[in-house]
């Protein structure tokens, strides 16, 4: 038996991944686009599942216009579409290992696109991981894909665009949403930005949308304002809302309380990393984007030859600038694969990479409006849970601080946070941040656990159906070599 | 299951309506519950993320499976309960 061999493998059947597949077959590469998702859309274009759907009118005409045609793109023989099916490893930028739930099995190809997606950045704080508090994109896939409203009243708190997209449709459903709080105050930076925020095109119709819901509803909006923590015994029954003051602090001698069954809540979100770092494909940090970002050149080609990543999986830029990037990443990925581009892609590339250029300049006018110097890690107390599947909370890493253990590693391996079934997916993030926070070692980067085959949870089975023997090991620097 | 898609399944004992092609985070939240696992510590917990990443919503089914339920979708006669994940398996 041999390998399957394509010419593009996508990961992720989002915004960033349809768009990728459509062009790749468009240019006539054969495609495998892969996703972990039972239906395409990822998040954005999450398509309503339930019989009985009740909110039909939060997705617009536009919306529901382009989704089709993203899935007449990939209504082709050339596109092998691969749903419920995860990649749990990339064994060297070529081969990568895809598990579908009874069995793995591998797939080569000439170029890569990751099209990921991206997840809510949530910072611990008292009370966060109360059954009620849940992120902005849970409660939109709430809504949007379900049709279900969480437990009313709401507190929406956080920061950041989503947040208000969130805050809309609960109010458009008909959800009593009791509060906005956000923690950005700068509204003058609208103005001042103006320049950049002209450029963002059909998203500027949408923000006076979403933003005349929430003023007609006549909901109070706190602006420079932040849950400083969350009440309730089984579930959430009421949060603290306090303002930030210069330092970015909060002042709690002025929290009030806001009754709350569900706090809806995110400080904008982070990209899907691990299978980048199994690449270890190089990173930059964007405070404003999410923290680490994946450095893609004007091909959105990373630093490894023939691994593209497009869309939020690589840096948060929304649905406009995943699309477009999808776009590039897919036709280059096809030249990649050695498949010549006719006058008319070039044309589309061309078209593609100036509305670009427009949407990071409308981006980067977005960031600085949201933009805020707060400290969320000013919130924890030592019962604080950092690590959710492990219950590590705040004071147990403090615990082990004062027993010289300050690394990641050190602390990973004293209390197991990061070490559960999430992977670290929601605490790593907050380890990094917490062990430079506190000042250790400047003059060196952390070393962060390393992400490890497999990237999501698999089952035991399935890599026993596996046909095929795995592929000779790599040279792996971090293993100890053996001697001729 | 009838036409309008309604289905029946328990969680924890409790008789549950849910509806085809729904998640079980969903038909629970519908239904007024959100926590639906125990910590390592013993804390409540249930739906976070809802988008398959935080597996906070672990439930069993049918007694044998752990699945996220926000991503398993509901089936007549499912048999749903609480995980204990300070319980040794």
């Known amino acids: 038996m041999t390998i399957e061999e394509v010419d593009v493998t996508i990961i992720g059947a989002g915004a960033a991944g349809l768009s990728a597949a459509g062009e790749a077959a468009r240019m006539g590469a054969r495609v495998v686009l892969v996703d972990d998702n039972q239906h395409p859309g990822g998040q954005y274009f999450r398509q309503p599942s339930p019989q009985n759907y009740k909110c039909k009118s939060l997705v617009s005409e536009k919306d529901r216009h382009r989704f089709v045609q993203l899935l007449k793109g990939i209504d082709t023989p050339l596109v092998k579409y691969c749903p419920g099916t995860t990649v749990w490893d990339i064994h060297d930028q070529f081969t990568i290992g895809l598990a579908d739930g009874e069995r793995s099995r591998r797939i080569r190809s000439a170029a890569i696109v990751i099209s990921a997606g991206a ?7 008292p009370g966060w991981t109360l059954p009620g508090v849940i992120t902005a994109g849970g409660s939109q896939n709430l809504i949007k894909g379900m049709g279900i409203a969480p437990a009313a009243p709401v507190v929406v708190a956080g920061n950041g665009p989503l947040l208000l997209v969130a805050a809309a449709n609960l109010v458009s459903v008909g959800v009593e949403v009791a509060a906005v709080v956000e923690a950005s105050n700068r509204p003058w930076n609208i103005v ?26 006549k909901i109070p909006f706190l602006r420079g304002y932040g849950v400083i923590a969350a009440y309730g015994s089984e579930c959430l029954s009421a949060v603290d809302v306090a303002p930030i003051i210069r330092n970015g602090k909060f002042e709690r001698s002025q929290a009030r309380r806001i009754t709350a069954k569900t706090m809806v809540t995110g400080m904008g979100l982070t990209p899907s990393l691990e299978l980048p770092r199994l690449l270890g494909l190089k990173e930059t940090s964007m405070p404003l984007r999410g923290g680490p970002n994946i450095i893609t050149n004007e091909k959105m080609m990373s630093s490894v030859f023939g691994v593209f990543v497009a869309g939020d999986g690589s840096s948060i830029g929304g649905v406009e600038l995943s699309l477009v990037e999808g776009r590039i990443a897919g036709i280059n990925a096809a030249i990649h694969a050695g498949i010549g581009a006719s006058e008319s892609m070039q044309l589309s590339l061309t078209r593609d990479l100036s509305a670009h250029r427009r949407l990071c300049k409308f981006r980067s006018g977005l960031e600085r409006v949201f933009m805020n110097n707060v400290d969320w890690y000013d919130l924890l107390t030592p019962e604080t849970i950092i690590c959710r599947c492990e219950d590590v909370t705040w004071g147990k890493l403090h615990k082990c ?25 929601n605490c790593l993030g907050t380890l990094a941040a917490l062990t ?19 990237a999501r949870p698999i089952l035991l089975s399935e890599l026993l159906h596996e046909q095929l023997p795995p592929p000779e090991l790599p040279d792996d620097p971090h293993l100890p070599r053996q001697q001729d | ?41 013993g804390m409540p917990r249930g739906y976070f993320c809802g988008m398959g990443v935080c597996w906070e919503c672990v439930v069993r089914i049918n007694g044998i499976n752990t699945a996220r339920a926000c991503r398993q979708v509901v089936e007549d006669g499912m048999i749903v309960e609480t995980v204990n994940a300070a319980e040794k398996l």
């Open chain 1, 119 to 125: 997840r809510d950045h949530v910072y611990p704080f």
């Open chain 1, 192 to 217: 001042r930005h103006a320049g950049k925020l002209i450029h963002g095109g059909s998203n500027l119709g949408l923000a006076i949308k979403y933003l005349k819901i929430l003023y007609k509803s």
């Open chain 1, 401 to 425: 601080k004062e027993k010289g253990l300050i690394t990641p590693l050190q602390l990973k391996a004293a209390t197991r946070i990061g070490m559960g079934r999430c992977q670290g997916r």
């Open chain 1, 436 to 454: 430079s926070h506190e000042g250790d070692d400047p003059t060196k980067e952390q070393e962060m656990p390393r992400t490890r085959p497999p």
């Open chain 2, 1 to 41: 299951m009838n036409a309008n898609g309604q289905l029946n399944f328990r969680f924890d004992g409790q008789e549950i309506i849910g509806y085809a092609g729904e998640s079980i985070a969903a038909a629970l939240i519908a239904s007024g519950i959100s926590a639906t696992r125990l910590s390592a510590t």
